[in-house]
């Protein structure tokens, strides 16, 4: 019973961690996001730009 | 039984700490709006990418490169077009900066972006680099 307070300092400890790590600009997670919004903007996923009606459009 | 239930809770919540930490949230209504509207203007925009109208900056943002491949009449609205996506843009790397509670991030949210918008522009696209146009 007395290693609970271990226990819960432990953790404490590793969340405190995780908090304090993430001050830091996650330069990965970042791309992560970039590339799933680069994706969904520019119609990646599915390959297929709807971009002949607006060419023959152009002249 | 009930200590392993502790244990168990206290894994679960180490472990959606550290998820939190390697995903950015981009799901709030703001960054929702702005992409879909990002992504309906990307259909005007991308005859002129692949013209060589208009490039990619190097700061995030899109740029008038060649007005010349522009039809005089169309470039007033080429110009309206640009403003629009940067302005869009500027506001989606506030935004994701925000929802995740650190506004001091955007400008590398915003350079992060910059980089990944050039690394998947399709080929023939044109990148601005050190002030000069490159086509990729």
Not at chain 1, 8 to 15: D, M, Q, W
Not at chain 1, 28 to 53: C, F, N, S, Y
Not at chain 2, 48 to 59: K, N, R
């Amino acid at each position: 019973m007395n290693r609970m307070p271990i226990a819960l300092l432990c953790s404490a400890a590793l969340l405190a961690g995780c908090v304090t790590i993430n001050i830091y600009f996650p330069a990965a997670a970042a791309e992560k996001a970039a590339d799933r919004i680069i994706d969904g903007v520019w119609q990646l996923q599915q390959d297929k730009p709807a971009t002949a009606p607006s060419e023959g459009a152009k002249p | 039984m009930k200590r392993l239930q502790r244990i168990a809770m206290l894994c679960l919540l180490i472990a959606s700490a550290a998820w939190a930490q390697s995903n950015l949230e981009i799901n709030t209504p703001a960054i929702s709006q702005i992409r879909s509207t990002m992504q309906s203007r990307h259909a005007q925009l991308a005859p002129y990418y692949a013209s060589g109208a208009v490039g990619l900056t190097a700061d995030g943002g899109v740029a008038l490169r060649d007005a010349t491949a522009v039809p005089l009449a169309q470039r007033p609205a080429v110009q309206g077009l640009i403003a629009q996506e940067n302005a869009d843009r500027a506001s989606l790397y506030r935004e994701i900066a925000r929802a995740n509670g650190h506004p001091e991030w955007e400008a590398d949210i915003r350079s992060t972006f910059a980089q990944r918008w050039i690394e998947r522009a399709q080929a023939g696209w044109y990148i601005q680099s050190g002030g000069a146009w490159n086509k990729k």
